[in-house]
């Protein structure tokens, strides 16, 4: 979107009015910039008139007071990170565009622009949108390992050094959203960065479903990153009883560390494997499983 700040001059003798001709500002209204990199406010000035002239320019700020760039009285002053974009600007040149050096979150903002030309001045004042992207999705459990089946688990997804505030969910492996039931906190840190944790308790989890995914979100709602976690759940205990001559003889005993109604339980895996030099994952062998209770 361009704005057109000035339209065509009129000079009025009683009720004769004259068009002289026009000067405007040509800018986009809205600009992206990203932390960390280069941002740019596009501007140029347009005029009917051939070899315009500027006398005066100041590019400022909205809310502060002391303009960033100035030209006056043939002297160009530029303040640190901001600059005109053409390097070796001058007078003649209708490129007046503004670039704003290594992109911080508080430089987001309304800019405005001011020219003064012989033919007459003109203004402008242009927005600038800053985002930086979340860093270090991370998703942990606690507890981390030997989750045993039907506890509670708690999942913490993190990500940090975003802007502006992002949001996050949680799916399990079907695909439910489970957001409702998890808590999420958007810290402010230095420099205007978002820190978000969400918190996400599964309260019996199950080594059926071991899988979440926690999605996050950027300040518009667009998806930006995904992390999956596989829930790890106490490993059973293999244990070799030795060979027979047409394969191996496996035991594997489940334990729980639960014990469910009264006296010990335990549950006996048994499996035979058809070749001695099995390699693959076991699924492809036949189980058989017995229960002692
Ligand atoms: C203004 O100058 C910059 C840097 O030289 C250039 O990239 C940009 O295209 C120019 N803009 C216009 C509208 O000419
Ligand atoms: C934000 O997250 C980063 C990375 O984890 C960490 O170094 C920093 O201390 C956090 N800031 C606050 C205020 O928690
Ligand atoms: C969010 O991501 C979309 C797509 O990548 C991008 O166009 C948009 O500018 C981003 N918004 C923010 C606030 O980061």
Redesign the pocket.
């Known amino acids: 979107m361009d704005s057109i700040q000035r339209g065509p001059f009129f000079v009025c003798f009683g009720e004769i009015c004259c068009v002289l001709g026009f000067l405007t500002l040509k800018c986009p209204l809205e600009n992206h910039g990203v932390c960390g990199q280069d941002s740019v406010i596009q501007c140029t000035l347009k005029s009917s008139h051939q070899h315009v002239r500027v006398m005066g320019l100041v590019w400022r700020k909205l809310g502060s007071s002391f303009p960033l760039i100035s030209y006056m009285g043939g002297r160009l002053r530029q303040t640190g990170r901001f600059q005109l974009l053409e390097r070796g600007w001058d007078e003649r040149n209708a490129n007046v565009s503004l670039a704003v050096r290594d992109t911080r979150v508080a430089d987001q903002g309304l800019y405005q622009c001011a020219v003064l030309t012989e033919y007459g001045n003109a203004k402008l004042i242009a927005s600038l949108r800053v985002t930086a992207k979340y860093?270090?999705l991370r998703v942990t459990s606690i507890p981390e390992s030997n989750i045993q089946e039907d506890s509670t688990v708690l999942m913490l997804c993190?990500a940090?050094?975003g802007y502006p505030e992002g949001t996050m969910k949680w799916f399990d492996q079907y695909g439910t959203d489970w957001t409702r039931s998890a808590e999420m906190q958007a810290?402010e840190?230095?420099e205007g960065?978002f820190?978000l944790t969400s918190r996400f308790s599964v309260w019996r989890a199950s080594s059926v479903s071991p899988r979440y995914r926690c999605v996050l979100f950027n300040g518009s709602g667009a998806e930006e990153d995904k992390v999956e976690i596989h829930l790890k759940f106490s490993i059973p205990v293999i244990v070799v009883l030795g060979s027979l001559t047409s394969g191996l003889l496996v035991l594997t005993l489940f334990q729980k560390s639960e014990c469910r109604g009264p006296g010990w339980y335990s549950e006996v895996v048994l499996l035979t494997l058809d070749r001695v030099c099995a390699t693959g994952p076991l699924s492809k062998y036949s189980i058989f499983p017995l229960s002692f209770h």
Do not use: I
């Open positions: 860093r270090e993190t940090h050094g810290m840190v230095e960065f820190n």
